[in-house]
């Protein structure tokens, strides 16, 4: 799947992924391909990404924002 993770005046990640995990305000969620569309808020946490199955993730420490799964494969983190 496709993932932009992005602050107001940076890109920090932009490219295809296997997975992600992230820290949603009711708990925390794991996203794979063809997921369905969704928009949550994320509290404080760690975003751990996964570029391919069964590899050490990437890490992204975050205070806060919002998660979109798009109806076309994309995931936006802002």
Same mark, same amino acid.
């Given at each position: =799947?496709?993932? !932009? &993770? +992005?602050?107001?005046?940076?890109?920090?990640?932009?490219?295809?992924?296997?997975?992600?995990?992230?820290? @949603? !305000? +009711?708990? $925390? =969620?794991?996203?794979?391909?063809?997921?369905?569309?969704?928009?949550?808020?994320?509290? +404080? %946490?760690?975003?751990?990404?996964? !570029?391919?199955? @069964?590899? $050490?993730?990437?890490?992204?420490? &975050?205070?806060? %924002?919002?998660? $979109? &799964?798009?109806? $076309? %494969? +994309?995931?936006? &983190?802002?």
């Amino acid at each position: =799947m496709k993932l !932009v &993770i +992005a602050k107001i005046d940076e890109t920090l990640y932009d490219g295809d992924v296997y997975s992600l995990t992230a820290p @949603g !305000v +009711a708990g $925390e =969620m794991t996203v794979l391909g063809h997921h369905e569309p969704l928009i949550t808020t994320l509290k +404080a %946490g760690t975003l751990r990404v996964h !570029v391919t199955e @069964g590899d $050490e993730p990437k890490q992204f420490p &975050i205070t806060g %924002g919002v998660l $979109e &799964i798009r109806s $076309e %494969g +994309a995931t936006v &983190i802002l």
